[in-house]
């Protein structure tokens, strides 16, 4: 009756894991990956009519500060901007905003698009590389949007009045001229030039490399009689919260490493409830990021600046920013003051990040890829990958080929592991006769296994190790696949056409041979999702779980012997790359802990059996 009700206990057990996993975890992906596609949908689609005059006035340039230790004033308030953010549901479609302005065209091998006269925004980049899905037809990735489409996000670079002053400065509002080449590209830098018409000439420059840097240096000539004390300044600007996948094991939000208090994450919840941080100091970066694509700000590492992320409101849509102001520069009759800014604005490719955080002399720009707490397992275990990539080709190839070196590098652990299981398989007999002869004397019973695995040498928790070790690297491995763009839309053979996506087959509609799809039914269709790759997981993980000695326990026994289903169930979910290393890992396993279980002499009864099934069946053939 005791092991009926333990065996009860442990189905209801493994039910409520099951359950529960699928519920907090297996659901809010499925819901982000839909919510995702949806989003996608509604940026690629044309908006309705355009906005009534009158609409709020965008967030505004930063201000310099006054007094030593006062608070940091709002952002001004500018002239109204023609385009500005409507009320949602209002805005036109993208196309038509930046068709409604004259543009300076961005065309290089990694991004297109352009650079508004109109304010002088860096508003409209789309990543050439990169596409919304697996088809390479689909649309390439939007990075930046200028202010009055439905998912503004933009650099704006210039210069603010030192306290007191009154001079006509350029604003969101100001129609530059352009000056020498209509398109900026590689090697051909763009000039853009605006007078005050009150002495002050201003004139920018902005280039690009082949990759996703601009480099913006911004000259003040001042023509009039009167010294001019200006504060050069850059920012990035958001309006609209963007969808976020909300994963704790990533940052999405405010980003950037600032001086000597190192690396600062603010979501963009954390932001709306302090609506201001602020920070003075050397030697720093910001911005804001994405999974795989991201905006920052990269100063002088030497500039002392007053940096700061800010959220606020414009009508009904939030804004989020992050900006810096560097020290004052007054220029007097007939000088010239210069001011340089850098912007990253694309994919956060690993070798480009790197690249220029050596380059650049930033303080760990490394860091703008969220690699975690473990990164010193996570990048690593990239780069090997990486390596094993370009000799394979295939990123799947190379997940399989990183398996096997992490298998050759803990294989004298593992050994031992199973050399302690396969003797601990050996006495199963004589812990039955102690199991029966002390069935009702639990005490005794626990007495006398410990005095046999004393005697025999065995370790009982060897069986622990294997999946110890394993544990940090299946981890590691999550969060490369998870974070590192390189993953993305990766294929491996068959139908897996993305790495970082999970297996999109599915056991509950026959594989796609029935034409329905189970996870959109009501209640269970959360529980409806099994791919092939799940499927051969959970089998590999089946024939691991039978070569380990059986737990003494009933109740530990029935939970062992239903792990494997609650893995595949929970692994479904998880991005086909993880399952396939998991799956690949396992079987590695079963070899190498069936052939150190047969040089020590301990029998397996399941290759026996599978064995004499084959040998059955050849002998009536």
């Known amino acids: 009756m005791t092991d009926q009700k333990n065996t009860i206990l442990a189905i209801v057990l493994s039910a409520i894991v099951l359950i529960a996993w699928q519920y907090f975890v297996g659901v809010p992906q499925m819901e982000k990956q839909k919510q995702e596609a949806q989003t996608r949908q509604q940026q ?76 002088a925004r860096i508003d409209d980049v789309a990543l050439v590389k990169y596409r919304e899905t697996v088809d390479p037809k689909s649309s390439a990735i939007v990075l930046l949007s200028p202010s009055g489409s439905p998912h503004p996000f933009y650099a704006e670079f210039g210069w603010v009045a030192g306290p007191g002053a ?24 763009v000039t853009l030039a605006w007078d005050n018409g009150e002495g002050l000439e201003f004139r920018r420059t902005i280039s690009i490399d082949d990759r996703y840097l601009f480099t913006i240096t911004d000259q003040i000539a001042n023509k009039g009689t009167a010294p001019a004390s200006l504060h050069p300044y850059a920012l990035i600007s958001r309006h609209g919260k963007p969808q976020t996948l909300g994963y704790y094991i990533l ?41 795989y694509w991201a905006a920052t700000l990269l100063p002088d590492p030497k500039a002392k600046l007053q940096a700061r992320f800010t959220g606020g409101t414009l009508g009904t849509a939030k804004t989020y920013q992050a900006d810096y102001l560097l020290d004052q520069v007054t220029v007097a009759p007939g000088a010239s003051a ?55 080709g295939n990123f799947g190839l190379a997940i399989l080929a990183v398996t096997v070196v992490i298998k050759l590098a803990f294989f004298p652990l593992a050994n031992k592991s199973y050399a302690s299981m396969a003797k601990m398989k050996a006495v199963q007999p004589q812990m039955m006769m102690i199991r029966e002869r002390y069935a009702e004397d639990k005490m005794k019973q626990q007495q006398a ?62 594989f ?21 790759w799940p499927l051969i997981m959970g089998v590999t993980m089946w024939f691991q779980m039978k070569l380990n000695p059986a737990p003494p326990d009933p109740t530990q026994k029935m939970i062992f012997d239903w792990m494997p289903v609650l893995f595949t169930f929970m692994l479904a979910t998880f991005p086909a790359g993880l399952v396939i290393y998991w ?23 399941l290759i026996d059996n599978i064995k004499s099934i084959f040998v059955k069946k050849s002998g009536l053939s």
């Open 512 to 532: 796609g041979l029935l034409p329905f799809d189970p996870t959109q039914l009501p209640v269970i269709g959360a529980f409806l999702w099994l791919g092939v």
């Open 338 to 392: 210069t001011a340089h800014s850098r912007l990253f604005a694309g994919a956060k490719e690993i070798a480009v990040v790197d690249g220029y955080d050596k380059k650049l002399g930033l303080n760990r720009f490394e860091l703008l890829i969220d690699w975690g707490w473990f990164y010193f397992i996570t990048k690593p275990l990239f780069w090997v990958i990486d390596w094993l990539f370009k000799w394979l």
């Open 166 to 189: 009154t001079m006509k400065l350029p604003a969101a509002d100001t129609l530059w001229r352009q000056e020498g080449s209509n398109k900026l590209s590689v090697g051909s830098p």
């Open 583 to 605: 799956a690949w890992n396992n079987t590695l396993s079963v070899i190498q802990q069936s052939y150190i279980m047969r040089k020590h002499g301990a029998k397996i009864e």
């Open 44 to 119: 690629a689609q044309t908006q309705p009519a355009p906005a009534p005059a009158g609409t709020p006035q965008p967030q505004g340039t930063p201000q310099p500060q006054g007094t030593p230790g006062a608070a940091p004033q709002a952002p001004g308030a500018s002239a109204p901007v023609p385009g500005a953010v409507p009320l949602p549901g209002q805005q036109p479609a993208r196309e038509a905003v930046i068709a409604s302005v004259p543009r300076i065209q961005i065309e290089t091998p990694t991004m297109f698009g352009s650079i508004s006269l109109r304010g």
């Open 449 to 510: 296994l410990m005095e046999l695995y004393k005697k025999e040498k065995i370790n009982p928790l060897a069986g622990c190790l294997p999946i110890l070790i394993q544990i940090p690297v299946f981890f590691a491995l999550y969060k490369v696949l998870f974070v590192t763009i390189e993953m993305r839309h990766a294929p491996f053979y068959g139908w897996i056409k993305d790495l970082a996506a999970p297996d999109p087959t599915n056991v509950f509609n026959l």
């Open 251 to 291: 940052h999405e939000g405010m980003i950037g490493v600032l001086g000597d208090q190192g690396l600062q994450e603010l979501t963009y919840q954390n932001i709306e409830d302090k609506k201001s941080v602020n920070y003075e100091v050397t030697n720093a970066w910001l911005g804001i990021t994405d999974k």
